[in-house]
């Protein structure tokens, strides 16, 4: 199968960087989708990586090294409403032709 | 505006009773799924559909059945069959001709006692 692994709860405080930390099995992977996801609400999508390397996208940044199987999700400058639970997801293309979703990292920012 | 829209945002029905879940898009995408979310688990596929007419069971089909009569609609109903329906369930959509992005819709919730 095709395991995703995130922490399931991260807490930072206000103002301050936080490291959302995401591996996958390697075989059949294409890219790695980052979404956030408020209480009760639908996921929205943050970032996807395809090759390796940092993509930053405002107070966001996304890592991917395919060949370690590793992704994370950088937040800085961190605001109250950045508290949500963050979810990781791999596409495997080909046969499988499936987005496989890890189980979701909460993070709650505290004053 | 394009988007997806799930309605209602809150479903309760009784043990034994099929529930239809609707699921509308404007975005002219092709592909379509529905996922479910329970308390401290992933996202899980249960139906997608790449095409009108078309449609392959995901990881957890058992109990649910879809249709996917128009491009627009892709309707999911929870049959007494289903032995935990309580769920947030999830309808996504992706243009298949522009990347892997899927778009959720704002989901329903649906509880059965």
């Known amino acids: 199968g095709q395991n995703i692994d995130q922490p399931t709860e991260m807490t930072a405080t206000e103002g301050a960087i936080v490291q959302i930390n995401c591996t996958y099995q390697?075989?059949?992977?294409?890219?790695l989708f980052w979404y956030q996801q408020h209480a009760g609400e639908a996921p929205t999508f943050l970032s996807y990586?395809?090759?390796?390397g940092l993509e930053e996208k405002g107070r966001f940044s996304s890592f991917l090294s395919r060949s370690k199987g590793y992704s994370y999700l950088l937040l800085k400058e961190l605001q109250m409403k950045d508290s949500a639970s963050y979810l990781c997801a791999a596409y495997y293309g080909g046969a499988t032709n499936k987005l496989i979703f890890g189980t979701g990292t909460l993070l709650a920012v505290q004053p | 505006d394009g988007g997806i829209t799930q309605s209602p945002k809150y479903l309760f029905r009784k043990e034994g009773q099929n529930v239809t879940l609707s699921c509308e898009q404007n975005?002219?995408?092709?592909?379509m799924y529905w996922y479910r979310q329970d308390p401290g688990q992933g996202l899980r596929l249960i139906y997608y559909?790449?095409?009108?007419?078309?449609?392959q069971k995901g990881d957890i089909a058992e109990g649910y059945s879809v249709s996917r009569e128009k491009k627009e609609s892709f309707p999911l109903t929870v049959t007494s069959a289903q032995k935990n329906p309580t769920a947030f369930y999830l309808c996504?959509?992706?243009?298949?001709?522009?990347?892997?992005?899927?778009?959720f819709g704002p989901g329903t919730r649906l509880t059965v006692t």
């Open positions: 390697t075989s059949g992977f294409n890219g």
């Open positions: 996504a959509s992706r243009d298949r001709a522009w990347g892997y992005e899927q778009y």
């Open positions: 975005l002219n995408h092709d592909a």
């Open positions: 559909s790449q095409i009108v007419n078309d449609f």
């Open positions: 990586n395809v090759l390796d």
